[in-house]
Structure formats: structure tokens, C-alpha cells
């Protein structure tokens, strides 16, 4: 958020006060401001002033990052990535859509799952017109976004599932945890674990009591994957008490939620939290340092990097992205203002598409969005051979970044121009709800833009926007 930025943040002022088991009056006289002034700004009729952030902090002891932390921001994105669907045509202003994010979550949030019926309704209508043609084929449910956005409004952090990993890291202790996770596996649950040329990433046999791991993955890999199987056989009473909470609509989403959850344990038991922002801080997050002090790889670090938002102990905030090579995002996760196209492509412009073309280095870009935000992003190849000669080899590049306010804090800012305006490269989200008019690489119109042609003029572009 710039300095001259307003903080209208109604609905978290609620939330506090609510957590808090205050009335309006108490809260006000806490806060030091008038009945009236509190209702106003609870509303957003006005934004919260410097004076009552203090207060809350002073005071009544609460995380004032909660203000700002991007929900209404990220909520924003979404609506107007949704919007772009042509389906509705003209879009509202950018105005009313704060609003209805800002004064009205709950009616966003209906409104975005809404459009995702929408487009599932669509998807099975098309599947059905293949399926006249075939017996055997079946209506496919639609599960992965319903997952992908339960992590992406719980900021990409699970907290009860957080502290229970760290508490588990803490009482395996340390030395190679590879082995020690062997051991542990043994000595409570009778469990073997050993490698195996033509085993998947994991197979646990519950009846042999036998955990199988694939020789060729590399010791991140399977350290990973016991740890996983870790929180299926001793959290699983905690992770179907979160699928409980998160009330998800299919058995499908729940089962992929269920493996996103233990992922999740996995990750934090590899990384804890305490622990690794430590280290992290220490080493001003350099990814390959930090993927050596703790036996991870680069691609772990970076996603436990974007999941630091735990209240009270917030990290830098960052963004996480893997993408494959036709560009399709596989993860995403931002703490920061950039959100990542929900529906279509990313912009060809950020440099995380590049890192295919540089095998083994680490790109680095100073980059701009057409809300003024500026960011230091950082992307590399990511390889995972499969074994064998004959094996296929998966390739993803990751992306990860912070907004330029925290670049300090990383080790790859030290000899950028930080200051240089010309430096950054114009970036957006989707060619859709981006706002650039002269930008090269645009696939698509904006929707909210009129649009031009004239028969005897061409351009990069075969168009004009108005």
C-alpha cells in the first residue's frame, strides 16, 4: 500500500472487535475516538486513521497487520478477473468493485463462487456433447479450484496444521532426518520404510505395514513424502476436523484437500515456522543457502517462504507461482498485492516464463503493475528427472517475490537500482483486466477499454485501445 493510500478496513475493524467480545461503546472509548467515529469507519464511510492503528496496538494488543493484509486487495483481483468473462459484458467500475470487497465480503464471495458454477456448468455441458458420442464416458466434478481457493483466502496458511508440524520437528530433534523419520516410523507404528526402483514418489502398504519410496527422487524428496505419510497415520483427527470447517461440496475436493493438507504438514514440519524465518532472516532469504541449512529444495523453500503469515510473526510477504512450459500456472499463492490470473494465462512479460531459456540460474526482475506497484521478482527452472533414460522429465519454473518495500531484506536486491524508474518492466496480470494500452505482447483486448480498427493503419497491434 503506497504512503498516501487510504485504509478503509471496515470489516477487519468488526472482526477485531467481535474476536475481542467488545460492544461499539467499549471498543470506541479503547480506541479513544467517538461512537459515531468508530461507526463510520467500521462502514467505510471512513478510513482508519494513524491514531486509532496505534491504539489497537497500544491498547487492545492486536496484530494492526490484519488491516492491510490484502484480502480486499486479492478479493478485488478476483472479482475483476471473473468480470473480464464476457458473459457479462460491460464491467462495473474499478470504484464499486472496492466497495462491494470493502462493505460486503460475504456478497463477493457468493458472487465469486457464483461464477465458478458458472463455468463448471459451462465445462459440463461441453463434456456432455462429447459424451453422446461415448458409452463410457462420465461427467467429470470440477474439485481443484474449490480447493485452490480454500488456501488462497486462508492466505496460504493453516495454523492449527503449522503448529502442530513445528511441534513435531521440535520433538524429532535434530541429525539426518531422513533417518531419524525411518526411525520413528518404526519404533511407534511398526512401520518400514525402504526404496524401491519402480516405486512411485510414495506407497504405503497399511496391511504389510511397508512404506515404499522411489529410489531415483532426490533426499528432499523423501524426506517430504515420509513426512507426509507422518500426518496421514498420527494428524489425521486434525486434518478432517479442518476439512469439517472448510465445508467443501464434493467427497472429490475434500480427498484433494485432504492431500493439499498433509503437503501442507509435510512442508512445515521440513521447514518449521519459528525456525526457518529465523534462518531466513538471517540469510536475507537466500533460496540456495536456505535449501542447504535445511536438506530442502529450492522449490520447497520458496512456497514455505510464501506461507510466513502467521499473526504476530509475519514474514516478508511474498508471492509463489509454478508454471509449466505452456505457461499453465500449476501453483500460486500471494501475500502481496499481485494476484495471479485465476482463469487463461499469465502475462508473458514477467520472467518466470524465461527461466526455461536459462537452465540452473536464478532471473532476476524489477517490475511494475498497472496499480503502480513495484516488485523484485525472482524465477528459475525447476527439473525432475524421472529415473531412467526412458523416464520423462518434469519441468517447471518457479516465481517468487516481494513488493519493493521489503527488497532489502533479500540478498538479490543488493546491486539493483532500486530508485531507477526506467528499470522496471510493465507487468500485468491478464491481458483481460490489464490496462496498458502499448504493450507488445497483449494477446487480447481489455474488457473495460473500447476498441478500434482502422483497415488503413496497422500496428503491433491490430487495433486500437481507446
Same mark, same amino acid.
Given at each position: 500500500m %503506497?504512503?498516501?493510500?487510504? @485504509?478503509y478496513a471496515?470489516?477487519?475493524?468488526?472482526?477485531?472487535?467481535t474476536?475481542?467480545?467488545l460492544t461499539?461503546?467499549?471498543?470506541a472509548?479503547k480506541?479513544?475516538?467517538?461512537?459515531?467515529?468508530?461507526s463510520?469507519?467500521?462502514?467505510?464511510h471512513r478510513? $482508519?486513521?494513524?491514531?486509532?492503528?496505534l491504539a489497537?496496538?497500544?491498547e487492545?494488543?492486536?496484530?494492526?497487520?490484519e488491516?492491510?493484509?490484502?484480502?480486499?486487495?486479492?478479493m $478485488?483481483a478476483?472479482?475483476?478477473e471473473a @468480470?473480464?468473462?464476457?458473459?457479462?459484458?460491460?464491467?462495473?467500475?474499478?470504484?464499486d468493485i472496492?466497495?462491494?470487497?470493502?462493505?460486503?465480503?460475504?456478497?463477493?464471495?457468493?458472487?465469486?463462487?457464483?461464477?465458478?458454477?458458472?463455468?463448471?456448468?459451462?465445462?459440463?455441458?461441453?463434456q $456432455?456433447?462429447?459424451?453422446?458420442?461415448r458409452?463410457?464416458a462420465?461427467?467429470?466434478?470440477?474439485?481443484?479450484?474449490e480447493v485452490?481457493?480454500?488456501?488462497h483466502?486462508?492466505?496460504?496458511?493453516i495454523?492449527?496444521?503449522?503448529?502442530?508440524a513445528e511441534?513435531?520437528?521440535?520433538r524429532l530433534?535434530?541429525?539426518?532426518?531422513?533417518?531419524?523419520?525411518a526411525?520413528w516410523l +518404526?519404533t511407534?507404528?511398526?512401520?518400514t520404510v525402504?526404496?524401491?526402483a519402480d516405486a512411485?514418489l510414495?506407497?504405503?502398504?497399511?496391511e504389510?505395514?511397508?512404506?515404499?519410496l522411489?529410489?531415483?527422487?532426490a533426499g528432499?524428496?523423501?524426506?517430504?513424502?515420509?513426512?507426509?505419510?507422518?500426518?496421514?497415520?498420527?494428524?489425521d483427527?486434525?486434518?478432517?476436523a479442518?476439512?469439517?470447517?472448510a465445508?467443501?461440496?464434493?467427497e472429490?475436493?475434500?480427498?484433494?484437500c485432504?492431500?493439499?493438507?498433509?503437503?501442507?504438514?509435510?512442508g512445515?514440519a /521440513?521447514?518449521?515456522?519459528a525456525?526457518?524465518l529465523g534462518?531466513?532472516? +538471517?540469510?536475507?532469504?537466500?533460496l540456495?543457502?536456505l535449501a542447504?541449512?535445511?536438506?530442502?529444495?529450492? +522449490?520447497?523453500?520458496?512456497?514455505r /517462504?510464501?506461507?510466513?503469515?502467521?499473526?504476530?510473526?509475519?514474514g516478508?510477504?511474498?508471492?509463489?507461482?509454478?508454471?509449466?512450459q505452456?505457461?499453465?500456472?500449476?501453483?500460486?499463492?500471494?501475500?502481496?498485492r499481485?494476484?495471479?490470473?485465476?482463469f487463461g494465462?499469465?502475462?508473458?512479460?514477467?520472467?518466470?516464463?524465461?527461466?526455461?531459456?536459462?537452465?540452473g540460474?536464478?532471473?532476476?526482475q @524489477?517490475?511494475?503493475t498497472?496499480d503502480?506497484?513495484?516488485?523484485?521478482?525472482?524465477?528459475?527452472?525447476? %527439473?525432475k528427472p524421472?529415473?531412467?533414460?526412458?523416464?520423462?522429465?518434469?519441468r517447471?519454473a518457479?516465481?517468487?517475490?516481494?513488493e519493493?518495500?521489503h527488497?532489502g531484506?533479500?540478498?538479490?536486491a543488493?546491486?539493483?537500482?532500486?530508485?531507477?524508474a526506467?528499470?522496471?518492466?510493465?507487468?500485468?496480470?491478464?491481458?483481460r483486466?490489464c490496462?496498458r494500452?502499448?504493450?507488445?505482447?497483449?494477446?487480447v483486448?481489455?474488457l473495460?477499454?473500447p476498441?478500434?480498427?482502422?483497415?488503413? %493503419?496497422?500496428?503491433?497491434?491490430?487495433?486500437r485501445?481507446g
Amino acid at each position: 500500500m %503506497s504512503a498516501n493510500a487510504k @485504509l478503509y478496513a471496515g470489516v477487519k475493524l468488526r472482526e477485531i472487535r467481535t474476536r475481542l467480545k467488545l460492544t461499539q461503546a467499549d471498543y470506541a472509548a479503547k480506541l479513544g475516538i467517538s461512537l459515531s467515529y468508530l461507526s463510520q469507519m467500521e462502514n467505510n464511510h471512513r478510513p $482508519v486513521s494513524a491514531g486509532v492503528v496505534l491504539a489497537l496496538a497500544q491498547e487492545l494488543g492486536a496484530d494492526v497487520t490484519e488491516l492491510a493484509a490484502g484480502s480486499t486487495e486479492r478479493m $478485488v483481483a478476483d472479482i475483476r478477473e471473473a @468480470l473480464a468473462d464476457p458473459v457479462f459484458g460491460t464491467a462495473p467500475p474499478l470504484g464499486d468493485i472496492q466497495l462491494l470487497a470493502s462493505n460486503a465480503p460475504n456478497l463477493a464471495r457468493s458472487f465469486l463462487t457464483l461464477h465458478r458454477e458458472l463455468r463448471e456448468t459451462q465445462e459440463r455441458l461441453a463434456q $456432455v456433447n462429447e459424451a453422446l458420442g461415448r458409452e463410457d464416458a462420465a461427467l467429470a466434478p470440477l474439485p481443484w479450484e474449490e480447493v485452490r481457493d480454500f488456501f488462497h483466502y486462508c492466505d496460504n496458511y493453516i495454523d492449527a496444521v503449522d503448529r502442530a508440524a513445528e511441534h513435531f520437528a521440535a520433538r524429532l530433534g535434530d541429525g539426518e532426518r531422513r533417518s531419524a523419520l525411518a526411525r520413528w516410523l +518404526e519404533t511407534r507404528h511398526g512401520i518400514t520404510v525402504a526404496t524401491a526402483a519402480d516405486a512411485p514418489l510414495r506407497r504405503f502398504d497399511p496391511e504389510a505395514r511397508h512404506l515404499a519410496l522411489a529410489a531415483h527422487s532426490a533426499g528432499a524428496t523423501q524426506t517430504f513424502q515420509i513426512l507426509h505419510q507422518i500426518a496421514l497415520i498420527e494428524h489425521d483427527d486434525l486434518l478432517e476436523a479442518t476439512l469439517d470447517l472448510a465445508r467443501f461440496r464434493t467427497e472429490a475436493a475434500r480427498a484433494i484437500c485432504k492431500t493439499g493438507l498433509a503437503n501442507y504438514f509435510a512442508g512445515a514440519a /521440513l521447514l518449521p515456522y519459528a525456525q526457518f524465518l529465523g534462518r531466513a532472516q +538471517e540469510l536475507r532469504h537466500d533460496l540456495e543457502a536456505l535449501a542447504g541449512a535445511f536438506d530442502a529444495s529450492i +522449490e520447497q523453500v520458496g512456497q514455505r /517462504l510464501s506461507t510466513l503469515q502467521r499473526t504476530g510473526a509475519k514474514g516478508v510477504p511474498f508471492f509463489f507461482v509454478r508454471v509449466d512450459q505452456a505457461g499453465t500456472i500449476t501453483k500460486r499463492h500471494s501475500a502481496t498485492r499481485l494476484q495471479f490470473a485465476r482463469f487463461g494465462g499469465g502475462c508473458p512479460l514477467w520472467n518466470v516464463h524465461q527461466a526455461f531459456e536459462t537452465p540452473g540460474r536464478f532471473l532476476r526482475q @524489477l517490475a511494475e503493475t498497472p496499480d503502480g506497484a513495484r516488485y523484485l521478482c525472482l524465477a528459475r527452472d525447476v %527439473s525432475k528427472p524421472g529415473g531412467g533414460f526412458r523416464a520423462p522429465v518434469r519441468r517447471y519454473a518457479i516465481g517468487l517475490g516481494c513488493e519493493i518495500a521489503h527488497a532489502g531484506a533479500l540478498v538479490y536486491a543488493d546491486d539493483l537500482d532500486l530508485k531507477n524508474a526506467a528499470a522496471y518492466q510493465p507487468i500485468g496480470v491478464s491481458c483481460r483486466i490489464c490496462e496498458r494500452r502499448d504493450c507488445h505482447q497483449r494477446a487480447v483486448p481489455p474488457l473495460e477499454r473500447p476498441v478500434t480498427v482502422d483497415p488503413n %493503419s496497422r500496428d503491433v497491434l491490430p487495433y486500437r485501445i481507446g
